[in-house]
Nanobody, 125 residues
Framework: QVQLVESGGGLVQAGGSLRLSCAAS????????TAWFRQAPGKEREFVGV????????EYADSVKGRFIIFGDTAKNTMYLEMNGLKTEDTAVYYC??????????????????WGQGTQVTVSS
C-alpha cells in the first residue's frame, strides 16, 4: 500500500495561486493511477484531475480546466496540483488519491483505494 500526504493548502485571495503537494511513501507513485479530488462544505467529493505518470498527460474537470495543472516528480515521489486564477468556488478540502496502475483514466472516487488526509484551500473574495 502507498501512503499519501497532502500539503500546501491555505488561505488565498481570489485570483491568486497555490501549489498543493501529494507526497507518497511505501510505494512509488509510478506504479499507480493518481488523481486529485475536492470536497466543498455541504457538497459531495468531486473529481478535479487525473495524472498519468508514464505519459505525463493529465485530464481535468471542466470547472478547473485551463487554471489547474497536475504534474509529478518521480525523484521526489510526489504529485503536484498547481492552482492558478483561484475562485471562491474552489474553496474545499483537496485530496490526492491513488489506485494500482490500470492505464485507464478514472474520474470516479470509488475506483481509488488509497487516499491522503486532505488539505484545506480557502479562497477569499
Amino acid at each position: 500500500q502507498v501512503q499519501l500526504v497532502e500539503s500546501g493548502g491555505g488561505l488565498v485571495q481570489a485570483g491568486g495561486s497555490l501549489r498543493l503537494s501529494c507526497a507518497a511513501s511505501g510505494r512509488t507513485l509510478t506504479d499507480y493511477d493518481t488523481a486529485w479530488f475536492r470536497q466543498a462544505p455541504g457538497k459531495e467529493r468531486e473529481f478535479v484531475g487525473v495524472f498519468d505518470w508514464s505519459s505525463g498527460r493529465a485530464e481535468y474537470a471542466d470547472s478547473v480546466k485551463g487554471r489547474f495543472i497536475i504534474f509529478g516528480d518521480t525523484a521526489k515521489n510526489t504529485m503536484y496540483l498547481e492552482m492558478n486564477g483561484l475562485k471562491t468556488e474552489d474553496t474545499a478540502v483537496y485530496y490526492c488519491a491513488a489506485r494500482y496502475y490500470s492505464g485507464i483514466f478514472s474520474y470516479s472516487q470509488g475506483h481509488y483505494n488509497n487516499w491522503g488526509q486532505g488539505t484545506q484551500v480557502t479562497v477569499s473574495s
